[in-house]
């Protein structure tokens, strides 16, 4: 069964400082790997996706992802983090099957700081 | 144009009423969910059906119905609301049933409130 730990329920950056939220996953084969960010009262939006090739990937808003096979991990880092990225993050991870099913983490709530 | 939309955004209702909530696609994808989002932003699948057909079927009761029409529609219909029922639906829909890629594309939810 495919199961992904988001280890931090809450992080709180300065505006202009970096950011990394941390995503641990478990999954039998190679899994397909998801960030999905969440505004106050909208749905969920992609950020960037990995399916195989370049482990570092880049999403939309400046942010980008490295996957990291020996660590089972897929963190989320944001090089210069603005207001406007307050909100939930959620990573997942994907079965390849027709019903592409997803397990999502519990969510990182970021709070940014002026 | 809006990818997925749902209405109605929100939904008051009293305990023991069948209500339905309605989901539409028009990215062309062949795969579409319902999720449910409670409180504390806990994000659990429900069902998924891929070209009208149910392919996950979660632990739900069975108060829940969902309903393909076509593959660009996606309703949900509860019967007998309760208390507990009370949260956030989201639709999403994928292009997982090509098989070539499989992230989501969520609507902007439904908030049903349950009185």
């Known amino acids: 069964a495919q199961s992904v730990t988001q280890p931090d329920i809450h992080i709180t950056v300065s505006e202009g400082a970096s950011l990394e939220l941390r995503c641990n996953y478990s999954?039998?084969?190679?899994?397909?790997l998801f960030w999905y960010v969440q505004s106050p009262g909208q749905g969920l939006q992609l950020l960037l996706k990995?399916?195989?090739?370049?482990?570092l990937v880049q999403g939309i808003k400046g942010f980008e992802a490295e996957f990291k096979r020996s660590q089972s991990s897929f963190n989320l880092r944001k090089p210069s983090v603005h207001w406007s990225d307050a909100a939930e993050y959620f990573c997942?991870?994907?079965?390849?099957?027709?019903?592409?099913?997803?397990?999502f983490g519990d969510g990182t709530t970021l709070t940014v700081k002026p | 144009d809006t990818a997925v939309s749902q209405t109605p955004k929100y939904l008051v209702t009293q305990m023991g009423n069948d209500k339905s909530i309605k989901c539409e696609q028009n990215?062309?994808?062949?795969?579409m969910y319902w999720y449910k989002q409670d409180s504390k932003k806990f994000l659990k699948i429900m069902f998924s059906y891929n070209n009208k057909e149910l392919i996950i079927n979660e632990t739900v009761p069975n108060r829940f119905s969902p309903k393909s029409p076509d593959k660009a529609h996606l309703n949900l219909h509860i019967n007998s609301l309760e208390l507990g029922d009370s949260a956030v639906y989201f639709c999403a829909s994928s292009p997982a049933g090509t098989g070539t890629s499989y992230e989501q594309y969520f609507g902007p939810g439904t908030r049903l409130t349950v009185t």
């Open positions: 997942a991870v994907g079965a390849r099957t027709n019903a592409g099913k997803s397990t």
């Open positions: 999954y039998g084969a190679t899994p397909y």
């Open positions: 990995y399916f195989s090739g370049d482990t």
């Open positions: 990215l062309g994808h062949d795969t």
